[in-house]
């Protein structure tokens, strides 16, 4: 990586920078990452903020800001980024994600070890854009992950990583997060419902999923005018 390039930090920036921690922190709050495991970026215009490589998230401050272009250059701070850019970077670059979240959740990730999509067993699936994927394995922070991911998500907003743990995109932060959360708690559902012996777990249906897919197209609060 070329020496970073110091320039201000504009006010939006800031901002973001501000709440990027905030969720970094919540992750750890949350037991769906331990330690520094795990990795967070918003995207302001064409800068991607992401947490630093190997510091504790409540250490970070207003001065901590890492920020890198689209081509991986690093235009803010003088941390060295989190060794996942490349996911990271993938993610900005091919689709509209505005925000990306990355966690070792442990449920998440034990699913990750059995199967090869996650089953079905709630109707948030169709919240993520239909059964969850897992991404074949490779080696952390390197491009050949980065693509196992791209092809997992496809049509998706979350997957998982094969030994690894979970990719979630949105437009916001919190978008991103909660759909981090919700993949948690399907994966955590299954692996309980599946733990009955004798007992195999009841799926939903490609049309109950469509289905529910359409309700949630008009699910919310309607914006004031």
Partial sequence: ?????????????????????????????????????????VRVGDVVLVTPS??????????????????GRQV????????????????????????????HAVHA?????LVDELPPI????????????????????TEELAAHMLRALDGRSGCLLR????????????QAYDRTAQLEWMCRLWLTASSVPGLTPALLTPGQLAEVERRLRGYGQRERP
Avoid at 8 to 34: C, F, H, I, N, Y
Avoid at 76 to 103: D, K, Q, Y
Avoid at 163 to 174: I, P, Q, R, S
């Fill in 109 to 113: 990730t034990a699913v990750s070890t």
């Fill in 1 to 41: 990586m070329t020496e970073p390039q110091v320039r201000p930090v504009r006010e939006e920036e800031a901002r973001a920078w501000e709440a990027l921690v905030a969720t970094a922190r919540r992750t750890v709050a949350d037991g769906l990452v331990v330690g520094t495991s795990g990795n967070v970026s």
């Fill in 76 to 103: 803010l701070g003088s941390l060295v980024p989190t060794s996942e850019l490349p996911l990271h970077l993938a993610l900005h670059r091919r689709t509209g994600a505005r925000a990306v979240v990355h966690t």
């Fill in 122 to 141: 709630h109707y948030m699936t169709a919240a993520l854009g239909g059964p969850v994927r897992v991404a074949p394995y490779a080696a952390y922070g």
């Fill in 163 to 174: 030994n690894h743990g979970t990719v979630t995109f949105g437009a916001t932060l919190d």
């Fill in 54 to 71: 190997g510091v504790p998230y409540d250490r970070l401050t207003p001065g901590d800001v890492t920020g890198v272009g689209l081509d």
